[in-house]
């Protein structure tokens, strides 16, 4: 695994901080970070900035995702020169902004394949797995992972009362027996709060496992397939698989509901702690405060994180 560093931005130097807000299907990928050998989706996104500006640039992400976890609200920052954000238009008169959007889409998904045609040529994926949904100027202090007050996932389930549709099998779990919502919200409503998630988490040497579990219920909906719910200020590697995994025996009837309490007061991870499959997850949205509180809150994360009151990488709950 490729250690991430994030990008600093040079005032002086007169660079300009970009927002990128991206989506992609998971399914293709080893996870968001770079990895020697796999294709990740940091790694692609690098290389098509590469192409377009010749020269390497690192991301910073708001939430870094596992293999398999897909995202509809994932935030970056890059930093360019204000000659090559000026220049995405290639000399006409258009937005850098939507060219900068429409040109790196493009070049990402140039190079994913679906296969190999009967000719050996390479065969064009139709629906590109990952889009930048938009490119901006940020605000000043901007910085998309310290600056974020929160993340929040969604976890699809389909149960055996609501039946298994096969056209959402890539993004939901399928669950073999009934799940009681009563019971699955009563189990949740014990882990709320700040907490301790050593028992709901893979820890990290000198790394706290302390977060704020700010929401976590479940919903059926008209088609009566259920959908967890998860914000936290951050989330530790695994923390989200762990707490769905663990809660789904709760409303399955196989646990009582203050069980999940105990485990949390136990700050033990054993056996009993599975880890829910990683394709229904979905980084859904991640917030930020009004401008004038951007630095001030990447301060603040900073802060927290050099005096130990935050895992190294506090921005993800894939956070491998």
């Known amino acids: 695994m490729t250690t991430q560093k994030p990008a600093v931005p040079h005032r002086d130097g007169g660079l300009l901080r970009v927002r990128l807000d991206i989506a992609y299907d998971g399914a293709p990928f080893s996870g ?3 990895q020697p050998g796999l294709t990740t989706i940091q790694g692609v996104v690098e290389a098509a900035l590469f192409m377009l500006l010749r020269r390497q640039v690192r991301l910073t992400v708001g939430g870094r995702t596992d293999a398999g976890v897909h995202a509809r609200g994932q935030v970056a920052h890059i930093d360019l020169t204000a000659a090559e954000w000026a220049g995405m238009g290639r000399g006409r008169d258009v937005d850098p902004a939507d060219a900068f959007r429409r040109r790196l889409t493009g070049t990402i998904n140039r190079e994913l394949t ?6 050996g040529r390479p065969v064009r994926n139709a629906v590109p797995a990952v889009v930048v949904r938009s490119t901006m100027c940020a605000p000043d202090g901007f910085d998309a992972r310290f600056s974020a007050l ?17 056209l959402r099998r890539h993004t939901t779990l399928w669950y073999p027996a009934p799940l009681d919502l009563a019971l699955l919200n009563e189990g949740a409503a014990h882990l709320l709060g700040m907490q301790d998630f050593a028992a709901f988490c893979k820890p990290r040497e000198g790394a706290t496992t302390i977060r ?3 929401r976590y219920e479940f919903a059926r909906g008209h088609d009566g397939a259920i959908t967890a719910t998860v914000q ?8 989200v698989r762990a707490l769905i995994g663990s809660t789904l025996r709760v409303g399955f009837g196989e646990m009582p509901p203050v069980w999940l309490a105990e485990r949390l007061a136990a700050r033990i991870k054993d056996a009993r702690s599975v880890l829910a499959a990683p394709h229904p997850l979905v980084l859904e949205e991640i917030a930020y405060p009004g401008d004038e509180e951007l630095a001030a809150r990447a301060a603040l994360t900073r802060a927290r994180r050099n005096a130990g009151h935050l895992s190294v990488l506090p921005d993800s709950e894939e956070d491998d």
Do not use: K
């Not at 679906?114 to 000719?119: E, F, K, L």
């Open 212 to 214: 704020e579990l700010q």
């Open 150 to 166: 929160w993340r929040r996932y969604s976890y699809a389930i389909a149960d055996s009362a609501t039946g298994q549709d096969p």
């Open 32 to 34: 968001w970070a770079l």
């Open 232 to 239: 936290a200020d951050a989330f530790c590697h695994n923390m």
């Open 114 to 119: 679906d296969g190999v045609s009967g000719r």
